[in-house]
């Protein structure tokens, strides 16, 4: 046992010498820490909504220097990370929850021109959904042989679309099944999580049935819109016929809903078919459970 200590100890002093001496260029020299609280101030929001991140490191002249992935796992052990970097100034961009099948990053070698879009967006692929995605930017100074330490605080970079159907077909077989077109969304966004294309692209989300509630059911993500939006709802049925379209602006500002400055933003539409037509409304779940000017 006493051999094994003595070997610890001098593989310790070995690390902590080399880190002391002229070359550090294995050495950490930046802690940066990750945190998100949602629209709640809950410091537990990140643990349970980001589950994995993928951060970019630019230089001065807004050059790409170094790009890390980290795994839930890496998160679970430290909800951060710890960079070696020279001293200097730097830009740091995090992404959370990127998914390969849904966005990819493009150009971002450059922080200027580097975009995340949906990964379908420069093919004859449909657009379905983006991923439950977050974001996160900070400014590093790293003094001459000196320690860093920082927070990058994340917020939310999606919007959760939930759009239920009830009654529309009698029949629950899948090719029966209704479809939603959501058009005049914007699929790109630039490092600075801003909109980099024109709001004039169309996402065709799946549509599943909700056994417990009796609905077609149609959840899906977009990038960030606002409450002043040109998004329009077009539900179909399966032969492509259009039933019916929403204003969603005008939709939201009827029931109250607002995705401005909101990190957890829902937009929640129910379409109710009766003998008499079709009605727009908040799901009564929605209703009875959320107000609706909190959302």
Partial sequence: MKIIKCILFCCISLILSSCLGE??????????????????????????????????VYNKNQQLVMTRELSKHDLMNFQGVTLALASGNYQIICWG??????EQLSGHESLLVGRLHHSSLTTDRQIPTNSHLYYGSYQLEIPEKRFAEGDIRFCGAHINMEIFVRNMSASNAPNKWPVIEAHNLMPQYNMEM????????????????????????????????????PVIINLKDNNGISKC???????????????????EATVPILFEFTDVGVEIKLPEWIVNNVDPETR
């Fill in 23 to 56: 070359d550090r260029s294995d050495c950490p020299t930046a802690r940066l820490t990750f945190s998100y609280l949602g629209d709640t101030n809950d410091p537990a929001m990140f643990a349970n909504n980001i589950h994995f991140v993928t951060l970019m």
């Fill in 97 to 102: 929850n990127i998914n390969q099948h849904n």
């Fill in 194 to 229: 801003k909109s980099a294309m024109p709001y004039a692209t169309t996402y065709y989300p799946e549509t599943e049935y909700n056994t417990d509630w009796r609905v077609h059911q149609i959840l899906f993500q977009t990038l960030n819109f606002g409450d002043d939006n």
């Fill in 245 to 263: 379209k929403v204003d969603l602006k005008q939709y939201m500002a009827d029931n109250k809903i607002s995705v401005d400055d909101k990190n």
